[in-house]
């Protein structure tokens, strides 16, 4: 029989892994949306999850990184896959649900508080992007591609520039603060883009 | 007579106020660019340039806006307003520019320390917005508003929009690093606006 002191709930009267875990996650969400990134403290999370500083530090790094985790566990299902059957049908859809989960939002400040700390934390940035920047994109690449297979824009299209030109500007606003990102932006930026990109179908290649 | 403690050299061999004012942003500027923002204190600018913290506290609030102050001091001249006459050759010309302040220098490097710094230090993020953004965004606006004139695009164009859509993607690569912004994300980028924005002439208005 494999080692149960983790996993078996009736040998110490503790909860199993995945509870302990479960229970981690929601205590470091609900105290980065209360506090958000500054005042998050490993402790204060461990204190909320009524586990040891110990059963934290086993399974992150830094605060980081539990934070981010915390984090994606509550803003990945907000963004689900999108297929419209259109290139501006998908990208306002997308950009329209970005805004209902980040603008004015707890998600919106934690969002921010976490891509300011990856700024100085290293270990951040790489678990960053690899347990985000690459799942986002990688959704939001079919979007841009299908459109491709449709041939409603050229199939020489720069895919990742088209991504960034769409989540760039709200990023842009959501950091610098100068102006809202509303749906009134959502329909400027997607008309720019696709009308830019179709354009293209147009010049000499 | 006027008070002269801190105007006159010759009263107690200090130098003026305007000199002390430039050896304090000198020193800030290095301190800034050798160790990032996160290392940059009050105490080692005023180490040294040679001068008492409140020589330093009498001119800034905060570190924040001392760091600020320092790097708009480099960050400014290396952004001269451009005027080639035409959209795509100002918005290329432009975000050229942009690239070489920031593309792996330590003027770069300042920059995305004092966007995070600002989304947790309200006075410096309202010292970012009245003397950076603001600034920076006045001139941005020309380019535009200059096309509309020409009547390279439509009179309805939105211009905060495509000022966001030139500088966001940069922003959002050089803050994620996720991939290079080089000469060849500028031409896309500024073929996708250009063409884009000119596309709406067609439209029905």
Redesign the interface.
Known sequence: MPNTKESDPAKKGRPRSAEVEKAILKAAATLLAER???AFTIEEVALRAKVGKPSIYRRWQSKGTLALDAFLTQYVPLLPPINTRSLTGDLQAALTAWIQAVDGTTMGRSL??L???A??DPDL?IA??ERF??TA?GQHRLMIERAIEREEIPRDS?V???M??L???????L?????PFNER?VQ??V??????????SAAPS
């Open positions: 958000g990134f500054k921010v508080g891509i300011a700390e700024q100085s940035a960053w992007h920047i690459s994109r720069d990742d520039v088209l960034d030109m989540y760039g500007p709200a990023y842009h606003r950091l610098n603060g100068h102006l932006s400027e930026v008309e720019v883009i696709v009308a830019g990109a179709k354009s293209r």
